[in-house]
C-alpha cells in the first residue's frame, strides 16, 4: 500500500487535514447532488480477500449479478451487463457519451431484484464537474417508467412503490474531487463508508484522468500514485462486491510512426480495469468496443444517446446522414449532448 502523505507530497499535518475536511463534508449531501459520500472514519485500502479455495472463488463469481446499462447490445456484449466484483474502464474522446453511461448505471445500479436488477446504491465522484442533476432525473424518471410498464405480478408492484426518482436520487452519494490530492483521500476513506452502506453496489469516478494530468514534474511519482490507486480499487471491488467503474480521457501516441488514440495514463494503468470499454466515432455513428476483458473481448456495437438516457439504435432507422433531419431530432440531441 502506498502512503497517501508523502507521495501527494504533504505534511503529515497536511494530510490529516484534508482527511479531516473529507469527513467533515461527508454528512453535508448523503443522496443525490450531495456534497460528500467519502465515508467516515480513516479506514486504510481497503484490505483483501481471506483465503479462498479456486471452487469457493468460482462459486463466488458465479454469484454476482451484473448491472445493466439499458442497451440490449452492450449488456450482451458484455456478457449480461457491468460486472459487481470488478473494475471497468470507460475509454473516449470528449462528447462521445463516457459521463452519459456513468450516470446511467448510478440508476441502473438502483433496479430492484425482481426486475433483474441488482437493487444497489452507487457512490459517483466527479473530477470534471460533469455531474447534472437534471440529466440524472430525466435518465431516472424513463428507468421509473420502463419498469413500471414491465410490472405484473404484485413482488414487482410492490417494489415500484420504492423505485421512485425521488428515491433514484437519495440512494446516490456525490463527492465533487477537485484535485488529486481530495480524490486519494476519498479512495482512502472509503471502505469504512462502504462497511457502514453496505447497499452500495457502484462506485463511479468520472474521470480518474483528469486529476493526474497535471501538477507532476516527476512521471515515475504519479505511477507510483496511480499504481497504489489502482490497487485501492481493485481491492475494494472484490472485498466489498462493488463494481468501481472509471472513465479515462484519449491521448495522441506515436505508433510504427503513425499517430494515434490511445487511452491517458500509461500502459501500467491498463493493467488496472479487469474490463476496458472503448466508446469511440465511426463517422456519425457512436460505437463501443470491449477493448479488453478476460471473456468477451472484440466485440463492437451500436449505441445512441437520448434524452431518456444511453439505449441502442433502433435497426429500423436509417442512418441520420440519410434521413432529413428534423427539428425533434436536434432539440432531443442538444438536450442529450449537453452533459457529455
Known amino acids: 500500500m502506498f502512503d497517501v502523505p508523502s507521495e501527494a507530497g504533504l505534511t503529515p499535518l497536511e494530510a490529516l487535514e484534508v482527511l479531516q475536511a473529507v469527513r467533515r463534508g461527508e454528512g453535508e449531501g448523503e443522496g443525490g447532488g450531495g456534497g460528500g459520500g467519502g465515508g467516515g472514519g480513516g479506514g486504510g485500502g481497503g484490505g483483501g480477500l481471506a483465503s479462498l479455495t479456486a471452487l469457493e472463488l468460482l462459486q463466488k463469481e458465479e454469484e454476482l449479478r451484473s448491472i445493466v446499462t439499458f442497451s440490449s447490445q452492450l449488456d450482451a456484449a458484455l456478457g449480461g451487463g457491468v460486472t459487481v466484483g470488478k473494475t471497468t474502464e ?14 446511467q448505471l448510478a440508476v441502473d445500479v438502483q433496479v430492484p431484484p425482481c426486475f433483474g436488477g441488482v437493487g444497489g446504491q452507487a457512490v459517483y465522484i466527479d473530477t470534471e464537474g460533469s455531474f447534472l442533476l437534471q440529466r440524472v432525473v430525466d435518465i431516472a424518471a424513463a428507468a421509473v417508467r420502463h419498469c413500471s410498464l414491465l410490472a405484473e405480478d404484485d413482488e414487482q408492484r410492490v417494489a415500484m412503490t420504492t423505485f421512485t426518482v425521488e428515491t433514484i436520487l437519495a440512494n446516490i452519494f456525490l463527492v465533487r474531487c477537485h484535485d488529486y490530492v481530495e480524490l486519494l483521500a476519498e479512495i482512502h476513506l472509503l471502505p469504512d463508508f462502504l462497511s457502514e452502506h453496505p447497499k452500495v453496489r457502484l462506485l463511479a469516478i468520472d474521470s480518474v484522468a483528469f486529476p493526474f494530468r497535471l501538477h507532476f514534474d516527476e512521471l515515475s511519482r504519479r505511477t507510483r500514485l496511480l499504481n497504489g490507486l489502482a490497487q485501492q480499487l481493485i481491492a475494494m471491488a472484490t472485498g466489498h462486491s462493488i463494481a468501481v467503474l472509471m472513465t479515462n480521457q484519449m491521448t495522441t ?8 488514440q490511445v487511452p491517458a495514463l500509461g500502459e501500467s ?3 488496472a480495469p479487469t474490463i476496458r470499454i472503448l466508446l469511440h466515432w465511426a463517422g456519425s455513428r457512436r460505437l463501443a468496443a ?51
Open 269 to 271: 494503468w491498463g493493467h
Open 90 to 103: 470507460i475509454c473516449g474522446a470528449p462528447g462521445v457519451g463516457k459521463t452519459q453511461l456513468c450516470l
Open 253 to 260: 501516441r506515436l505508433l510504427g510512426g503513425q499517430s494515434q
Open 290 to 340: 470491449i477493448f479488453k476483458s478476460p471473456d468477451h473481448m472484440g466485440s463492437t456495437v451500436q449505441y445512441q444517446i437520448t434524452s431518456e438516457g444511453f439505449r441502442d439504435v433502433d435497426q429500423s432507422e436509417r442512418p441520420p446522414s440519410k434521413r432529413p433531419r428534423t427539428d425533434a431530432d436536434q432539440s432531443e440531441e442538444s438536450r442529450a449532448d449537453g452533459s457529455l
